[in-house]
């Protein structure tokens, strides 16, 4: 069953190449200003405007949706994509490159398909080292899964991946965001087949349960806005709500020791620091103190590693400042084969 089938999750239907440009081109003058791309918010302004001239053109806008693989008329351009069986369904993957350590990248909630986002990244990767992209069970081409979406059922479907697709450890797992959850979780239950670790500004399953501490949430409140989130989250048909009804019980403990421990591996973790002082609320602020304190306790789980804090990229730092994240990337394959693993 593939996503979007009657009784799974829908897909949403991208824009044409006339349509999104039409939406963002706002007082119709032709070319995409920053201020129509800042309240349209568009990421990655800087790597759309290919000539530097301030603005964003219509083909600049369409050889950016191809190199992130949507062609004009707003169809995923699958030609180098191939689907591997992970048990009783498929994924969609795209690979590239030879060599190891393989690097795999995580995708977050909101990152679509899961592979268009790290499209951009591959050439330069690729060219000292195999990489695969992939997208989780229901985005993208990929099919439905039966089970519901913990981080065991994913990192399941992530070994089974590998192992099908026929790349052998050692791994660098690259994960954004939410798909941090899922990288750390797979170092953990999988410590030796991993070589490095780059997380870019990560999902922590500590930050709830600390924010509702510092707030004096009861065990009974909490329990109470717990049954309220999987109501909420069981009437909802999107993937991304899938993945979090499957992320509720870890939210909740706010404790991934049951799945093991950290292997002292190179490890890069990068913390946006940029929506810091523009908070508005205390709450805010504190989302953003309670982050980068979970992001330190990570990161020294390693004696090999840099702890990258950015005030200059947002949340999707991949979007704003690509060549940081591939730096990352490039340093941990160089440290992974530096100190290899016995």
Same mark, same amino acid.
């Given at each position: 069953?593939?996503?979007?089938a009657?009784d799974?999750?829908?897909?949403?239907?991208?824009?044409?190449?006339?349509?999104?440009?039409?939406?963002l081109? #706002?007082?119709?003058?032709?070319?995409?200003?920053?201020?129509?791309?800042d309240?349209?918010?568009?990421q990655?302004? =800087?790597q759309?405007?290919?000539?530097?001239?301030?603005?964003?053109?219509?083909?600049?806008?369409?050889?950016f949706? =191809?190199?992130?693989?949507? @062609?004009?008329?707003?169809?995923?351009?699958?030609?180098?994509?191939e689907?591997?069986?992970v048990?009783?369904?498929? +994924?969609?993957?795209?690979? %590239?490159?030879?060599?190891s350590p393989?690097?795999?990248?995580?995708s977050? %909630?909101?990152?679509?398909?899961?592979?268009?986002?790290?499209?951009?990244?591959?050439?330069?990767?690729?060219?000292?080292? @195999?990489?695969?992209? !992939?997208?989780?069970?229901?985005?993208g081409?990929?099919?439905?899964?039966?089970?519901?979406?913990?981080?065991?059922?994913?990192?399941?479907?992530?070994?089974?991946?590998?192992e099908?697709?026929? !790349? #052998? &450890?050692?791994?660098?797992?690259?994960?954004?965001?939410?798909?941090?959850?899922?990288?750390?979780?797979?170092?953990?239950? !999988? &410590?030796m087949d991993?070589?490095?670790?780059? +997380?870019?500004? &990560?999902?922590?399953?500590?930050?709830?349960?600390? +924010?509702?501490?510092?707030?004096? /949430?009861?065990?009974?409140?909490?329990?109470?806005?717990?049954?309220s989130?999987?109501?909420?989250?069981?009437?909802?048909?999107? $993937?991304p709500s899938?993945? *979090?009804?499957?992320?509720v019980?870890?939210?909740?403990?706010?404790?991934?020791?049951?799945y093991?421990?950290? %292997?002292?591996?190179?490890? =890069?973790?990068?913390?946006?620091?940029?929506?810091?002082?523009?908070?508005?609320s205390?709450?805010?602020?504190? !989302?953003?103190?309670?982050? /980068?304190?979970?992001?330190?306790? $990570?990161?020294?789980?390693?004696?090999?590693g840099?702890?990258?804090?950015?005030d200059k *990229?947002?949340? *999707?730092?991949?979007?704003?400042?690509?060549? +940081?994240?591939?730096? *990352?990337?490039?340093?941990?394959?160089?440290m992974? /084969?530096?100190?290899? /693993?016995?």
């Amino acid at each position: 069953m593939r996503a979007g089938a009657a009784d799974g999750p829908a897909t949403a239907k991208r824009p044409t190449l006339d349509e999104g440009f039409a939406r963002l081109d #706002k007082n119709r003058d032709g070319k995409i200003s920053r201020d129509e791309a800042d309240t349209a918010n568009l990421q990655g302004f =800087v790597q759309i405007d290919r000539n530097g001239d301030g603005s964003i053109s219509r083909q600049e806008l369409g050889e950016f949706r =191809v190199r992130r693989g949507i @062609s004009d008329n707003g169809e995923l351009i699958t030609s180098d994509l191939e689907m591997v069986a992970v048990g009783d369904h498929k +994924l969609q993957v795209l690979r %590239a490159g030879q060599g190891s350590p393989v690097v795999i990248f995580e995708s977050g %909630a909101a990152d679509g398909d899961g592979i268009g986002r790290w499209r951009e990244m591959l050439p330069r990767i690729s060219q000292i080292t @195999s990489v695969l992209c !992939y997208s989780r069970a229901g985005r993208g081409g990929s099919e439905l899964a039966k089970d519901l979406r913990t981080p065991e059922a994913i990192t399941n479907d992530l070994h089974r991946l590998l192992e099908s697709a026929g !790349y #052998k &450890p050692p791994y660098v797992l690259v994960g954004a965001s939410l798909g941090g959850i899922y990288a750390r979780i797979f170092a953990m239950r !999988y &410590p030796m087949d991993m070589a490095g670790l780059v +997380l870019i500004d &990560p999902s922590h399953e500590r930050v709830g349960f600390e +924010l509702d501490r510092r707030a004096g /949430r009861s065990d009974e409140d909490r329990a109470k806005r717990k049954r309220s989130s999987v109501d909420s989250l069981k009437k909802k048909k999107d $993937v991304p709500s899938s993945e *979090a009804l499957g992320l509720v019980e870890l939210n909740w403990t706010g404790d991934a020791s049951v799945y093991g421990t950290m %292997a002292n591996i190179p490890l =890069v973790m990068i913390t946006s620091v940029k929506g810091y002082a523009e908070a508005k609320s205390e709450s805010a602020r504190q !989302y953003f103190e309670v982050s /980068r304190s979970v992001h330190s306790e $990570v990161f020294k789980t390693s004696t090999l590693g840099m702890h990258i804090v950015t005030d200059k *990229a947002p949340h *999707a730092v991949y979007h704003e400042d690509p060549d +940081l994240v591939i730096n *990352a990337v490039l340093w941990t394959i160089e440290m992974a /084969r530096k100190h290899p /693993r016995r």
